[in-house]
């Protein structure tokens, strides 16, 4: 059984506040992580996919680091706004047997931003 | 490009009916997976088809099934609905092109199907 836990669950800051997330998954048989925004709403929106360990992503105010030794990822928001307000969901896709992975996300229950103006 | 299509967005059913929903991938997608979203459970993965078949699959029961055509559209079937049932669902599309290959499982997510099983 594989698990994906993002903490802490639910954030509220104000605007212009920065902020960062975590994410903790297996750290064996490792392939991909996956991280997304979803606004009520709307669809799931990817951000960054991560393969490799020590990897650093950046979307303008938002960026994301990845340890897969540890088994674990940062997402962080430099200057939060009204708009962030979302969602954010990490989702682990691990090797299969025979190394091959496909089709399959396992996803965390995400951490709710909420930012104030 | 036009993005992940589902139909319909919004559902309701009775306990022991049954139930189709459609997804239509981005252009050029091949891949079609599918996932259950409730309050408690969070996104939950159902199952993956590739090229009409099924490649991949969660741990839901056999109520639960879906096809794919050769237009790589994608439908799941529910069967005799469950309150239990009542969820977002949502498909999502990759550009896999041929199994072993696989661009790191990026996955694009539709709007979703609300069903509400009464």
Known sequence: ILNVEQS??????????????TCSFPSSNFYALHWYRWETAKSPEALFVMTLNGDEKKKGRIS????????????????SQPEDSA???C??????????????????????????P | KAGVTQTPRYLIKTRGQQVTLSCSPISGHRSVSWYQQTPGQGLQFLFEY???TQRNKGNFPGRFSGRQFSNSR???NVSTLEL?????????SSPR???????YNEQFFGPGTRLTVL
């Open chain 1, 8 to 21: 802490p669950q639910s954030l509220h800051v104000q605007e212009g506040d920065s902020t960062n997330f």
């Open chain 1, 64 to 79: 994301a680091t990845l340890n897969t030794k540890e088994g674990y990822s940062y997402l962080y928001i430099k200057g």
């Open chain 1, 87 to 89: 969602t954010y969901l």
């Open chain 1, 91 to 116: 989702a682990f896709t691990p090797v299969r047997a025979g190394g091959t992975s496909y089709g399959k996300l396992t996803f965390g229950q995400g951490t709710i931003l909420t930012v104030h």
């Open chain 2, 50 to 52: 590739f090229s009409e």
């Open chain 2, 74 to 76: 994608s439908e799941m």
């Open chain 2, 84 to 92: 239990g049932d009542s969820a977002l669902y949502l498909c999502a």
């Open chain 2, 97 to 103: 092109t041929s199994p072993p290959a696989v661009l």
